[in-house]
Antibody, heavy 122, light 107 residues
């Protein structure tokens, strides 16, 4: 059974740093694209970042240069290092597995974690 | 960036109603569109991918259609557990983007 469990959220001051973790089970993180999505309180979903199985990474402009996505294959865990945090980064952060439809070459998010709350406030 | 606009943003309906939600893309995205359902305090759940393919385990009352710039999610007969917020997402071009959501509430 595929499971994703996020951790590492909490309260941090503006300008501070935090590292989120997403422990995966039921599949190998390094064999799939993995992504982070966030949701500010009462708001919609915002895509944050993706890491390819080959290691390439992409980011939303709102976090580029401040956030870094990575993984530890030995721990089967995805990470999001968040630096220079701002009030507008306050959100629930979800990790998601990216599925792939081979017939059409199209992606989708097939499994999601339960989320971890990050609050940036002084 | 590709903008996705869902309509309506809010929908009031009764159990048994047929419900349709539209998602319009600011430029063509072929069929690189997924639909998700989110209940309060929960993670989103995949319903439909590649615009019209039903995810395994999702009830057949859910269906998706469309291609290019206009897409629809239809719930054939609304059930009590379907009252939730629905999001479309495009995965054709970075940055991947979501629609603003459609909240389906009980009339």
């Amino acid at each position: 059974e595929v499971q994703l469990v996020e951790s590492g959220g909490g309260l941090v001051q503006p300008g501070g740093s935090l590292r989120l973790s997403c422990a995966a089970s039921g599949f190998t993180v390094s064999s799939k694209y993995m992504s982070w999505v966030r949701q500010a309180p009462g708001k919609g979903l915002e895509w944050v970042s993706v890491i390819y199985s080959g290691g390439s990474t992409y980011y939303a402009d709102s976090v580029k240069g401040r956030f870094t996505i990575s993984r530890d294959n030995s721990k089967n865990t995805l990470y999001l290092q968040m630096n220079s945090l701002r009030a507008e980064d306050t959100a629930v952060y979800y990790c998601a597995r990216v599925g792939y439809n081979w017939n059409d070459g199209i992606y989708f998010f097939d499994y999601w974690g339960q989320g971890t709350l990050v609050t940036v406030s002084s | 960036d590709i903008q996705l606009t869902q309509s309506p943003s809010f929908l009031s309906a009764s159990v048994g109603d047929r419900v349709t939600i539209t998602c319009r893309a600011s430029q063509g995205i072929s069929n690189s569109l997924a639909w998700y359902q989110q209940n309060p305090g929960k993670a989103p759940k995949l319903l439909i991918y590649v615009a019209s393919t039903l995810q395994s385990g999702v009830p057949s009352r859910f269906s998706g259609s469309g291609s290019g710039t206009e897409f629809t999610l239809t719930i054939g007969s609304l059930q009590p557990e379907d009252f939730a917020t629905y999001y479309c997402q495009q995965l054709n071009t970075y940055p991947w983007t979501f629609g603003q959501g459609t909240k389906v509430e009980i009339k």
